[in-house]
């Protein structure tokens, strides 16, 4: 049975950490409700801020290690001292045989028992369990007319483990393990966290994208409208025909269902990010987004080579099956010992004190010194041991696990950054490539208006130059997008992503 102190620290810490939900909870929607109705400005800074804070997914994580803390504090009751209290009194009458009955005339005898004893045991480090005790009885029989005989022990004994359950290793292995559990915890809760703070990333260049998109096929619809005016003017003059005309009227409404599509992306995107970054949707979808941050133009941030090295390093993912594999090794250290048999030694020393009065009878123990000790051994050999013995091939097996699941991640690790080089430097490439080619398709959209004013071209034409001109700035804006996203995908593989952007992750 645990002492109340250990139930009293689970009741404290449960109710801190609702405490602390709660309170965040109530802190959050409140900034949340202040916000209905308005535009809000929102950078990406802001945004993995936000994300950091409202994210329900964050918060669900965020709690596991906390749980884990509680195991280690399981463990550790194991060498709490506690205190027990027994009192027992029974009763017996037992027959005598003739004999007996002839020498006092007595066919059996009676007696009553009073016991009581008060103890404090520890169990240390080592596995010596330690417990200094007071006993009393107090035994009332036919032979002393039923008054009080007191008899009492005050001493010390213990039990030493000397094989199974000795020393430092096996005893405090549990505690241990329970210690890795709540390392593997926070890494385990790190790597979630890079993960969101990832979609954030991605989620934020998303809706740029869209909305840089809805004013590109605005405009482009916009040149549509424009030249249907245009044709109509010439139509007036003679210079136009009504198919002309018509093949304009057909293009702008092909382009205002394009732009209705483009906006519903936006839609959809803002959605996601407020997915991310808010605890009630509710309240920010009747807010109107402004985003003011940019897609990042290329630098000089593009390595060359990288050192796998360092990503492992910097890796939680990688760090938590490390940690996994040193949990694993405890287990199997802890099980092997469970494997020998059972020998211990087991002592006690104390002083014997008796008479007919119960404080006469501890003061007595002082006074004439009754020695009472023994040493003596215990060895137990369990008859097949399968349950041990199974549990020990299962450390076994877990820890043969745990490092190709290390190698596995390892090679996952390398992949995943040669992957993001790759993506990194192809999404330059093209970007460099779709800019050249949106702007030559503008060039050619613009000239071949000239020669429609001129007569030397057709509606038609400059309708399909001006599409390809579109089309060309909206695989633009892709690449420049993928260019950004693999950049973040870069940082994340390299395990970079959090310290790069300022990001500390304190569980509570």
Same mark, same amino acid.
């Given at each position: ?5 250990? =139930? ?28 209905? @109705?308005?535009? /809000? ?7 993995? *801020?936000?994300? !950091?804070?409202?994210?329900?997914? $964050? ?21 709490? &001292? ?12 037992? &027959? ?16 009553? %028992?009073?016991?009581?004893? /008060? ?8 596995? #010596? ?26 001493? $010390?004994?213990? #039990?030493? &483990? ?5 020393? #430092? ?18 890494? +385990?809760?790190?790597?979630? /966290? ?10 934020? =260049? ?18 549509? +409208? ?27 409404? @092909? ?54 090295? /360092? ?29 020998? &048999?059972?020998?211990?030694?087991? #002592? ?18 002082? +006074? ?44 996952? $690790? ?9 993506? !990194?430097?192809?999404?330059?490439? *093209? ?22 004013? +001129?007569?030397?071209? %057709? ?37 970079? !992503? ?11």
């Amino acid at each position: 049975m645990r002492p109340l102190k250990t =139930y009293f620290a689970f009741l404290i810490m449960g109710l801190a950490c609702a405490h602390n939900i709660f309170a965040q909870d109530e802190e959050i929607l409140k900034q949340e409700s202040e916000l209905l @109705g308005n535009e /809000v400005s929102l950078s990406l800074p802001e945004a993995l *801020k936000m994300a !950091l804070e409202s994210n329900l997914d $964050v918060a669900i994580g965020r709690i596991t290690p906390a749980i884990e803390e509680t195991n280690i504090l399981s463990e550790r009751d194991a060498f709490d &001292p506690s205190l027990d209290i027994s009192l027992d009194y029974g009763e017996n009458s037992s &027959p005598r045989s003739a004999e007996q009955q002839a020498a006092d005339g007595r066919a059996s005898t009676k007696s009553r %028992t009073a016991t009581g004893q /008060v103890s404090v045991s520890q169990k240390t480090s080592l596995g #010596t369990e330690l417990s200094l005790s007071s006993r009393t009885r107090d035994r009332m029989t036919t032979f002393n007319d039923f008054e009080d005989e007191f008899s009492t022990f005050v001493g $010390v004994e213990a #039990t030493q &483990p000397l094989l199974k359950g000795f020393g #430092t290793d096996n005893n405090l292995a549990s505690i241990r393990i329970a210690e890795k559990g709540k390392i593997i915890a926070e890494a +385990e809760f790190q790597n979630q /966290v890079e993960t969101i703070i990832q979609d954030v990333f991605f989620a934020y =260049y998303d809706l740029l994208f869209s909305s840089a998109d809805v004013i590109s096929k605005k405009k482009s619809m916009e040149l549509a +409208e424009r030249l249907s005016r245009d044709n109509k003017k010439r139509y007036e003059l003679g210079a136009m025909t009504k198919l002309d005309i018509s093949n304009a009227d057909a293009e702008i409404a @092909g382009r205002k269902n394009a732009v209705v599509e483009a906006e519903e992306i936006v839609q959809l995107n803002e959605n996601k990010l407020l997915r991310l970054i808010t605890r009630d949707m509710g309240i920010w979808l009747q807010n109107e987004l402004d985003l003011t941050d940019t897609l990042n133009e290329p630098g000089k941030e593009i390595p060359q080579n990288y050192d796998i090295a /360092v990503g492992l390093a910097n890796r939680s993912d990688y760090q938590a099956l490390l940690h996994r594999a040193d949990q694993n090794e405890l287990r199997l250290a802890f099980q092997k010992q469970q494997l020998l &048999p059972q020998l211990d030694l087991t #002592t006690s020393f104390g002083y014997n004190g008796l008479s007919d009065d119960l404080g006469e009878s501890y003061k007595n123990i002082s +006074e004439t010194r009754d020695e009472d000790w023994n040493v003596g051994f215990r060895f137990i050999i369990p008859w097949g041991n399968y349950r041990e013995k199974a549990r020990f091939r299962e450390a076994e097996l877990l820890k043969a696990r745990t490092i190709l699941e290390i190698k596995n991640k390892e090679q996952d $690790v390398i992949e995943e950054i040669d992957n993001a080089l790759i993506s !990194l430097n192809s999404s330059k490439k *093209k970007l460099v490539a779709s800019r050249t080619a949106r702007r030559f398709a503008e060039e050619n959209a613009a000239a071949e208006e000239v020669k429609l004013t +001129e007569g030397s071209s %057709t509606t038609f034409v400059v309708l399909e130059l001006q599409q390809d001109a579109q089309e060309a700035e909206t695989t633009e804006l892709r690449n420049l997008r993928e260019f950004n996203k693999a950049l973040v995908r870069l940082k994340r593989a390299q395990g970079l !992503l959090l310290k790069e952007n300022g990001i500390t992750i304190l569980s509570d």
